[in-house]
């Protein structure tokens, strides 16, 4: 039987494209089908890190921006809640994802920590798969996060004024455009490629910060 300190595996969750990272381990690429169900998906991922051995797992996932795209929505005056918050925010992401306004809450929408009017959509089925998936095999899930989030709590976007925000990834690009961020005239792009991302996407923030620029 395994035992010992529970290890940590950080997983990104992109449309057609997956990344295993385990503590000492080379990186693991994997290259589903974009069609290919969730379940299916996640099976390939504990294959990959041998998570049917019996020990303790801490798993990290970020999700790339065609599953969990930016959302940005209008804070009507006067409103305080954080639950009158959510509501506006899954609002924004029901009509950004095409569903009814009476569907809404089948969507999970976070809202970002640092920006006002910006929140992450999520299915939720999809939300309770990973949740239940990440159970499993004695495994823990610490966090769960759009990758664009690394963008935009990072402290370079946090130091200037940002009124665009573009975030390349492998299979989707997140764009976010005058989310209530200040700023007048002055545009961020945050691109990158495979290769940068695989590199730097585990080492959080301010590992990105090489990959910003000024534009007047």
């Given at each position: 039987m395994w035992s010992g300190w529970p290890e940590r595996v950080d997983v990104y969750l992109g449309a057609g494209t997956v990344l295993v990272k385990r503590r000492a381990r080379a990186l693991v690429s994997l290259r589903p089908p974009a069609t290919l169900p969730l379940g299916d998906v996640l099976a390939q991922v504990d294959e990959a890190c041998e998570r049917s051995q019996d020990k303790p797992w801490r798993l990290h996932v970020a999700l790339g921006a065609a599953m969990c795209p930016p959302v940005t929505f209008t804070l009507s005056q006067g409103v305080k809640r954080w639950s009158e918050t959510v509501a506006l925010a899954q609002a924004a992401a029901a009509q950004a994802w095409g569903l009814p306004a009476d569907q809404a809450d089948a969507l999970v929408c976070a809202l970002d920590a640092g920006r006002k009017g910006l929140a992450a959509a999520l299915m939720r089925g999809a939300h309770d798969?990973?949740?239940q998936?990440?159970?499993?095999?004695?495994?823990?899930?610490?966090?769960?996060?759009?990758?664009?989030?690394?963008?935009?709590q990072?402290?370079?976007?946090?130091?200037?004024?940002?009124?665009q925000l573009t975030v390349h990834e492998p299979g989707a690009?997140?764009?976010?455009?005058?989310?209530?961020l200040p700023g007048a005239g002055l545009e961020v792009r945050f691109s990158v490629e495979v290769l940068?991302?695989?590199?730097?996407?585990?080492?959080?923030p301010a590992?990105?910060?090489g990959h910003w620029e000024r534009l007047a």
């Open positions: 798969l990973i949740g998936w990440a159970g499993s095999h004695r495994g823990r899930l610490v966090s769960l996060a759009p990758v664009w989030a690394l963008a935009t990072a402290p370079a976007c946090r130091a200037m004024p940002v009124r690009i997140a764009a976010v455009q005058d989310a209530g940068p991302l695989t590199q730097q996407w585990m080492q959080g590992a990105w910060a």
